[in-house]
């Protein structure tokens, strides 16, 4: 057990619609990423936050959107649902956020999500 | 920008030692990573090594660095059925976020 919880585990929606994707951090870490694993695209990188803030950006869709929470939570929504984003979406915590910081990310065990 | 690249597949017999291999790009990569993923799991980190160090071990797991090469490799000591997954190297940018490669799927044979 890595200490990153995600709910739900598996989603399946229909196209055109939104979900959330909740992810809960290893106690004491800053840092939330997101990822999304595809068997096309294999793991990309989504966004990460650090202390609330957002901190990087990769191939996140504008149909796509996260927050950090003061408690250190973070979601992910999806919305507009299309076939294509049918995926596993993974999410790491690591204590740092900063160049400096610590370097282990722990993964949580993703949400599978299914669009019909 | 970053790529990290892994042979596809990797099949080795029960006991052997399996070696996985993987090239990255960004020379300014501070970390490099080696993760597994079981069927239907999340990644498990099984090692690190920081960018100034040329080996690591940790049990059965050694990482070697060829820094001047971009080439990090895995290598398993007596490899079981257990080992048997996906292994993904990643390396961490100056940004901090994780770049993944493909994944090598390792097929252990009894």
């Known amino acids: 057990d890595s200490g990153v919880t995600q709910t739900p585990k598996h989603l399946i929606t229909a196209t055109g619609q939104r979900v959330t994707l909740r992810c809960s951090p290893r106690s004491g870490d800053l840092s939330v990423y997101w990822y999304q694993q595809s068997l096309d695209q294999g793991l990309q990188f989504l966004i990460q936050y650090y202390n609330g803030e957002e901190r990087a950006k990769g191939n996140i869709l504008e149909r796509f959107s996260a927050q950090q929470f003061p408690d250190l939570h973070s979601e992910l929504n999806l919305s507009s649902l299309e076939l294509g984003d049918s995926a596993l979406y993974f999410c790491?915590?690591?204590?740092?956020?900063?160049?400096?910081?610590?370097?282990?990310?722990?993964f949580g065990q993703g949400t599978r999500l299914t669009v019909v | 920008g970053e790529d990290v690249e892994q042979s596809l597949f990797l099949s080795v017999r029960e006991g052997d030692s399996s070696v996985i291999n993987c090239t990255y790009t960004?020379?300014?990569?501070?970390?490099l990573y080696w993760y597994k993923q079981e069927p239907g799991a999340g990644l498990q980190l099984l090692t690190y090594?920081?960018?100034?160090?040329d080996m690591k071990q940790d049990q059965r797991l050694t990482v070697l660095l060829n820094k001047k090469d971009k080439h990090l490799s895995l290598r398993i000591a007596d490899t079981q059925t257990g080992d048997s997954a996906i292994y993904f190297c990643?390396?961490?940018?100056?940004?901090?976020?994780?770049?993944f490669g493909a994944g090598t799927i390792l097929r252990v044979k009894s």
């Open positions: 790491a915590s690591s204590v740092g956020g900063v160049k400096r910081g610590l370097t282990e990310a722990f």
């Open positions: 090594i920081f960018s100034n160090m």
């Open positions: 960004d020379s300014s990569s501070t970390y």
């Open positions: 990643a390396e961490r940018d100056p940004g901090n976020k994780l770049v």
